[in-house]
């Protein structure tokens, strides 16, 4: 063995420490998880078939989601204790013609829709994705998370996270104001 081959594991060890170390630096702040950008951004919504939540057996399908108007789909669960702190300001949204579209994401329907009797339905329409199929397909990590929908069914933004009233100011509001402008051109 040659006096070099004998310094090959300290420079390996080496350039692993700074890589992890630049890793480390990049990160000093803590991620984020509402900045986790969706590969979906632009593009159609994926084709699903979901069951209403409330009527077993009716069935729907991407089409609903394509009314040429922006529409927000929102996902949630009982599970989500973040879902319930949310649940108040979709319903205010809802009551100032905000289109939302709810997606029951791996939950008991049952609970789903005792909740939504007891707390209020803010959804126009109550989308049931027990297994997850679709929540798998639209790139959610958990719940809640909400997606601006445009008016041809193309995905326009996401938020992990609750929606409250400083993320509509800030985020959401602008974008909506500018595809229901576009949907009415």
């Not at 080496?14 to 969706?38: I, K």
């Not at 057996?57 to 702190?85: F, H, I, M, Q």
Request: proline share 5%; glycine share 8%; charged share 20%.
């Amino acid at each position: 063995m040659t006096r070099k081959a004998l310094f090959l594991p300290l420079a390996l060890f080496l350039a692993l420490a700074v890589a992890l170390l630049w890793q480390l630096m990049r990160n000093a702040g803590g991620d984020d998880p509402t900045s986790l950008e969706s590969a979906l951004i632009g593009k159609p919504v994926p084709a699903f078939r979901l069951e209403s939540l409330n009527n077993p057996g009716e069935v729907y399908d991407r089409s609903v989601l394509v009314s040429g108007k922006p529409l927000l789909l929102n996902v949630w669960a009982t599970w989500c204790p973040t879902c319930r702190a949310e649940h108040q300001f979709l319903n205010q949204l809802s009551a100032q013609g905000v289109r939302v579209v709810g997606m029951n994401y791996k939950d008991d329907r049952q609970k789903a829709v005792d909740w939504l009797n007891r707390l209020g339905n803010p959804y126009s329409l109550s989308l049931f994705d027990g297994n997850g199929m679709l929540g798998l397909d639209l790139g959610v990590y958990g719940a809640p998370e909400t997606f601006l929908i445009d008016g041809q069914g193309v995905i326009r933004w996401r938020h992990a996270g609750a929606l409250d009233d400083r993320v509509w100011r800030e985020q959401l509001a602008p974008l909506w104001r500018q595809y229901s402008q576009e949907a009415s051109s």
